[in-house]
């Protein structure tokens, strides 16, 4: 299984961003999904974001128009641009990959104050 290691999580006030990656340990290029998750305090883990492998996307309502997920397969790495960002955003955000998906990072925390 390809292992996973987050980054880019911090403290941010409402409205600033952040970006944050997602480096695998072996190529991604066969991986046909990877994905973005979170899980807030209190709440189930939730997906934000899904990418193919030929770069087609898809986002949670609550973070489209606000969040980019984009991968660089020459550089086995994900990220996911976080912009206009919310309290309600606060949340351990894990990136994922394959159909299970198989493969979870450690997580990486992200707080936004108000």
């Known amino acids: 299984q390809v292992q996973l290691v987050e980054s880019g999580g911090g403290l941010v006030q409402a409205g600033g961003s952040l970006r944050l990656s997602c480096a695998a340990s072996?190529?991604?290029?066969?991986?046909?999904?990877m994905d973005w998750f979170r899980q807030g305090p209190g709440k189930q883990r939730e997906r934000v974001a899904t990418?193919?492998?030929?770069?087609?996307?898809d986002y949670a309502d609550s973070v489209k128009g606000r969040f980019t997920i984009s991968r660089d397969n020459a550089k086995d790495t994900m990220w996911l641009q976080m912009n206009r960002l919310k309290p309600e955003d606060t949340a351990v955000y894990y990136c994922?990959?394959?159909?299970?998906?198989?493969?979870w990072g450690q997580g990486t925390q992200v707080t936004v104050s108000s």
């Open positions: 994922a990959a394959g159909e299970g998906p198989d493969s």
């Open positions: 072996e190529s991604i290029l066969s991986i046909t999904v």
């Open positions: 990418i193919t492998n030929d770069g087609k996307t």
